[in-house]
């Protein structure tokens, strides 16, 4: 079976990765399992970059990563060929191809990882394209063009106070251009907090030199000679700039599709199984349309590519797959914020709502107990505290009979747990839902670096956050002696 995926961003590299692992699952069970034992992936990428972490992007920018770092772990080269810098220009669904610039590949199936593109505001001086000194932030090459221009830039101003406007304007002033956050919204990461929380995030962004344009609807960007000059804002201000980073969203991308007649809305229109109106043709990620909604999100898209490789080459049907979100970690240089699950704003009346509100430290945390378990958390500006909670979240019976021993001053103080106490079944990387046992086994299987582990288990490879835990359980396996083996440091 030849599965040609459209893509290769970080739902197109695990749908490849997943397919791999159901052919190989699927034939050591069903000695019939054709699908499995003829498959053939092509992965088709626009970029001349291997796949890559986009997650990490702001990292990147911020100079703590380099882009060896962020790079997705490779494929298994016997079933999946990669082609890079090979965008899609066609689909032509009634001969099953794909016309690339230089070639028409055939398909038995193909899935659409088309991703989203950035939301560009519809204003004078945007409307014609980006003018020099404004910038979009999507891919490798676009932090690479911002961190040019930053050498030089006197002022940037960013667009947009959501996650990634937060992380691109720390990582400026990281790197020390002097830049302003300017959005609609009175608070920063209004999605995400409560207006309260985020007016402490604020103020956190203004210890660290960033300015805040609050309350700011952008009307005009100005250029003289092609390059970026200046903002206008509706209230009449007019704020000067030379550098300029577009943080504004993103918007499916459906155009190949609907070029191919697929139908479209608001995304790539898809059914409950992942199918678009072609029966051989599939989309998944950022650009489908699911009946339940447009995700945007990092887990439901690699959710669907589990769910799909599984629909292809064993026959089984894609059950229901959550769109809504309920973790953010924010990746910003000199700012911690973690939010996972249920706000306090929105609790239940049965809930047990613990909250600590110390503005003048730039703190501010809240706990949700349900039924006695952690079923929401929000962390800010107590990053120790943060990792502790978030490796309690969501597990039935963690949580003492006073919740107020989860916030007790004498709780444990390192942000990762030792190994030796922590228990088997400990989530180390939420992103990826692996164990500390699954790295356990990993590395009795044989997987003895920290670069293997992440190939097995993919631990590491969503937003981060767990690489140094992950890194300290490798190190506590590789002290080991005598060997521990996997049931010993399992128990």
């Given at each position: 079976?030849?599965?040609?995926?459209?893509?290769?961003?970080?739902?197109?590299?695990?749908?490849?990765?997943?397919?791999?692992?159901?052919?190989?699952?699927?034939?050591?069970?069903?000695?019939?399992?054709?699908?499995?034992?003829?498959?053939?992936?092509?992965?088709?990428?626009?970029?001349?970059?291997?796949?890559?972490?986009?997650?990490?992007?702001?990292?990147?920018?911020?100079?703590?990563?380099?882009?060896?770092?962020?790079?997705?772990?490779?494929?298994?080269?016997?079933?999946?060929?990669?082609?890079?810098?090979?965008?899609?220009?066609?689909?032509?669904?009634?001969?099953?191809?794909?016309?690339?610039?230089?070639?028409?590949?055939?398909?038995?199936?193909?899935?659409?990882?088309?991703?989203?593109?950035?939301?560009?505001?519809?204003?004078?001086?945007?409307?014609?394209?980006?003018?020099?000194?404004?910038?979009?932030?999507?891919?490798?090459?676009?932090?690479?063009?911002?961190?040019?221009?930053?050498?030089?830039?006197?002022?940037?101003?960013?667009?947009?106070?959501?996650?990634?406007?937060?992380?691109?304007?720390?990582?400026?002033?990281?790197?020390?251009?002097?830049?302003?956050?300017?959005?609609?919204?009175?608070?920063?990461?209004?999605?995400?907090?409560?207006?309260?929380?985020?007016?402490?995030?604020?103020?956190?962004?203004?210890?660290?030199?960033?300015?805040?344009?609050?309350?700011?609807?952008?009307?005009?960007?100005?250029?003289?000679?092609?390059?970026?000059?200046?903002?206008?804002?509706?209230?009449?201000?007019?704020?000067?700039?030379?550098?300029?980073?577009?943080?504004?969203?993103?918007?499916?991308?459906?155009?190949?599709?609907?070029?191919?007649?697929?139908?479209?809305?608001?995304?790539?229109?898809?059914?409950?199984?992942?199918?678009?109106?072609?029966?051989?043709?599939?989309?998944?990620?950022?650009?489908?349309?699911?009946?339940?909604?447009?995700?945007?999100?990092?887990?439901?898209?690699?959710?669907?590519?589990?769910?799909?490789?599984?629909?292809?080459?064993?026959?089984?049907?894609?059950?229901?797959?959550?769109?809504?979100?309920?973790?953010?970690?924010?990746?910003?240089?000199?700012?911690?914020?973690?939010?996972?699950?249920?706000?306090?704003?929105?609790?239940?009346?049965?809930?047990?709502?613990?909250?600590?509100?110390?503005?003048?430290?730039?703190?501010?945390?809240?706990?949700?107990?349900?039924?006695?378990?952690?079923?929401?958390?929000?962390?800010?500006?107590?990053?120790?505290?943060?990792?502790?909670?978030?490796?309690?979240?969501?597990?039935?019976?963690?949580?003492?009979?006073?919740?107020?021993?989860?916030?007790?001053?004498?709780?444990?103080?390192?942000?990762?747990?030792?190994?030796?106490?922590?228990?088997?079944?400990?989530?180390?990387?939420?992103?990826?839902?692996?164990?500390?046992?699954?790295?356990?086994?990993?590395?009795?299987?044989?997987?003895?670096?920290v670069d293997a582990l992440v190939a097995d288990t993919?631990?590491?490879?969503?937003?981060?956050?767990?690489?140094?835990?992950?890194?300290?359980?490798?190190?506590?396996?590789?002290?080991?002696?005598?060997?521990?083996?996997?049931?010993?440091l399992a128990a």
């Amino acid at each position: 079976m030849r599965i040609v995926i459209v893509g290769a961003g970080m739902v197109g590299h695990r749908l490849a990765d997943e397919l791999v692992r159901a052919a190989g699952a699927g034939a050591s069970r069903a000695a019939d399992n054709r699908a499995g034992e003829d498959l053939r992936v092509i992965l088709l990428g626009d970029e001349a970059h291997e796949p890559y972490n986009r997650v990490m992007l702001s990292e990147l920018l911020a100079g703590r990563i380099d882009l060896a770092g962020i790079e997705l772990p490779r494929l298994d080269p016997d079933r999946v060929r990669v082609h890079l810098d090979a965008p899609v220009r066609a689909i032509d669904p009634a001969r099953r191809e794909v016309v690339t610039d230089t070639d028409r590949i055939g398909y038995d199936h193909l899935v659409l990882c088309t991703g989203a593109r950035p939301r560009i505001p519809d204003v004078p001086g945007l409307r014609d394209g980006l003018p020099g000194g404004a910038y979009a932030v999507r891919r490798v090459d676009d932090v690479r063009d911002i961190s040019a221009a930053a050498l030089n830039a006197r002022h940037a101003i960013v667009v947009g106070a959501g996650p990634l406007g937060v992380e691109v304007a720390c990582a400026l002033r990281h790197r020390g251009t002097a830049v302003s956050l300017l959005a609609p919204e009175s608070a920063m990461l209004n999605r995400d907090l409560d207006e309260p929380v985020g007016e402490i995030v604020a103020r956190t962004a203004g210890d660290l030199g960033i300015g805040f344009v609050s309350d700011a609807e952008l009307v005009a960007v100005e250029a003289d000679g092609g390059h970026v000059t200046a903002v206008r804002l509706a209230d009449g201000r007019r704020v000067d700039c030379d550098l300029l980073v577009l943080a504004c969203g993103a918007v499916p991308d459906t155009d190949l599709a609907a070029r191919a007649g697929l139908p479209t809305d608001r995304g790539i229109v898809v059914d409950a199984q992942l199918r678009t109106g072609d029966p051989h043709v599939s989309a998944i990620g950022d650009c489908a349309q699911t009946p339940d909604g447009v995700s945007g999100l990092i887990a439901p898209g690699w959710a669907q590519a589990r769910a799909l490789a599984r629909r292809l080459l064993r026959g089984e049907p894609v059950g229901p797959i959550p769109i809504e979100g309920a973790a953010m970690r924010l990746k910003a240089v000199g700012m911690s914020v973690v939010t996972m699950g249920v706000r306090a704003s929105t609790a239940r009346d049965a809930d047990r709502v613990l909250v600590v509100d110390d503005r003048r430290a730039r703190r501010h945390v809240e706990v949700v107990v349900r039924a006695g378990t952690l079923v929401g958390l929000t962390c800010v500006g107590a990053p120790e505290m943060a990792a502790r909670l978030a490796s309690q979240y969501d597990r039935p019976g963690i949580v003492p009979p006073d919740p107020l021993a989860l916030l007790l001053a004498d709780a444990p103080r390192e942000a990762n747990p030792s190994p030796t106490t922590m228990p088997s079944a400990t989530t180390v990387c939420r992103c990826n839902g692996v164990t500390k046992g699954d790295l356990v086994h990993a590395w009795s299987d044989g997987c003895t670096s920290v670069d293997a582990l992440v190939a097995d288990t993919r631990a590491t490879s969503g937003c981060g956050g767990c690489r140094e835990l992950v890194c300290g359980i490798a190190r506590w396996l590789e002290r080991s002696d005598p060997p521990l083996t996997a049931s010993r440091l399992a128990a």
